[in-house]
């Protein structure tokens, strides 16, 4: 199985091989086209390889959709999915393919229910720290600390006029997660980003506190600055803003798991 995307959509496709003999008595050439089981009436999708023969021959493969290439009469497509209209108890509605698996890498509410004990305490709770004791904290110079929206929005300014006047810039990026055992489950559905660090390069000023530029950014997302990641996911979803991470695969769940759909993949 093999997924691509087209005019924005994702559609899940299958592949067959077949071995052609037509072209020559001694040579097997062996071809494979891919149909999509979700295909739209106007996709165009034709990719040509042209591979030199012994015989010099030249031989183009054409792998075109279902469309133009229809599929053999004895191929059956077995994953071919099930809708809700008719009784077979599907979940797949042909005018919006891919809505039965939006909800895939979601907490689950009782997961849900669980972390908000934790992620938001207040006062009296055990374990809470009053904002006051985290001003007065005397953090790394080299550190911008973003803990209020008001913070928030001035990094973020920053950051957008980076994207136009240096969109070449890349940010490298991590999370800090809690409440997650990887030795028994993974990031999809599991654990809270605590924070978010970015590093966007010795040049770069995120313009908070007058600190100037080479310093590191660290957005809290706990207790008072509960939900502030979330003022940073029009950014981490830009697709135009280049960023590299420690750990991708398990980033990209955890911040899933936040609602937010991390793009601009830079390595």
């Known amino acids: 199985n093999y997924q691509f995307q087209c005019n924005n959509n994702f559609f899940s496709t299958t592949t067959t091989t077949v071995t052609n003999r037509a072209l020559s008595s001694s040579s097997s050439f062996r071809s494979t086209a ?3 089981t979700v295909p739209k009436a106007d996709e165009k999708h034709v990719v040509k390889k042209t591979s030199k023969q012994p015989n010099n021959k030249t031989v183009i493969y054409d792998y075109t959709t279902i469309h ?3 599929l053999p009469p004895n191929y ?3 994953s071919k999915p099930k809708q809700t209209s008719d009784d077979s108890g599907g979940n797949w509605d042909p005018t919006s393919p891919l809505k039965w698996c939006q909800t895939f890498g979601s907490r689950s509410p009782s997961m849900q229910q669980h972390l908000s004990t934790l992620i938001q305490l207040k006062p009296g709770d055990e374990g809470y720290i009053p904002p006051e004791t985290y001003n007065q904290e005397e953090y790394p110079t080299d550190v911008t600390v973003v803990r209020t929206k008001e913070q928030a929005r001035v990094v973020l300014e920053a950051l957008r006029k980076s994207k136009l006047t240096e969109p070449e810039r890349i940010h490298a990026c991590d999370t800090e997660v809690m409440d997650i055992d990887l030795s028994n489950v993974g ?3 599991n654990g809270y980003v605590t924070c978010l660090s970015v590093y966007s390069g010795p040049d770069f000023d995120y313009g908070l506190n007058d600190q100037g530029p080479g310093t ?11 939900g502030i990641l979330d003022e940073f996911k029009e950014w981490l979803e830009d697709e135009m803003v280049m960023k ?3 750990n991708y695969g398990f980033d990209r769940h955890v911040l899933w798991n936040e609602g937010i759909d991390v793009l601009g993949f830079g390595g």
């Open 34 to 36: 891919m149909y999509a």
């Open 68 to 70: 133009n290439n229809p």
């Open 76 to 78: 059956q497509l077995k």
């Open 187 to 189: 990031p999809v559905g």
């Open 216 to 226: 590191m950014l660290w957005v809290d997302n706990l207790d008072d600055a509960c």
């Open 244 to 246: 590299v991470w420690h």
